[in-house]
């Protein structure tokens, strides 16, 4: 394992496609298609956290989105990845405040939305006001919210 993704408790190697991971996408297609709100849950070590960043390309998209400012041509890919699964993944930072979770998400799904509209659009057609290509958000490490976070509506997807 690289130092890098034992620092962000990442295993390195291939992905190893399992029964709970093909029963995660199940659900996250589910949530996606219907609008629920779906909850994984089990043992610590089986795959959750790794089947929903793979899921959401967010190993392929996560240093674009953080590191975010001016764009190259190869981050076509990224934005092609993110078309694909329509999804952010969001993982708290311990006793962080209501409004610290509320802002980075938003600012997020801001992103995603904006690397998404550049993969569906034509260059040089701009885009008239918000659009909202973000169909999911997985929020791992859902015990460090709050519970006024929980109590919070979210903003319509």
């Avoid at 609008?35 to 795959?47: K, N, Q, S, T």
């Avoid at 990845?81 to 799904?109: C, M, N, W």
């Amino acid at each position: 394992m690289s130092e890098t993704a034992a620092r962000r408790g990442r295993r390195s190697g291939p992905f190893i496609v399992t029964k709970e991971h093909r029963r995660f996408v199940e659900l996250a297609d589910a949530v996606r298609r219907e609008g629920y709100i779906g909850v994984c849950y089990g043992p610590a070590g089986v795959g959750k956290t790794l089947s929903a960043r793979r899921y959401a390309h967010w190993d392929t998209a996560e240093h674009l989105l953080h590191s975010w400012g001016p764009r190259e041509d190869s981050d076509a890919q990224v934005y092609a990845a993110l078309d694909r699964s329509r999804t952010v993944f969001y993982t708290p930072v311990v006793k962080g405040t209501h409004k610290q979770f509320g802002s980075e998400l938003d600012e997020l799904i801001q992103r995603v939305d904006i690397c998404i509209d550049q993969h569906v659009r034509p260059r040089g057609v701009t885009r008239r006001g918000r659009s909202e290509y973000v169909q999911l958000i997985v929020v791992d490490e859902a015990d460090r919210l709050s519970p006024t976070a929980f109590e919070t509506p979210p903003r319509p997807l």
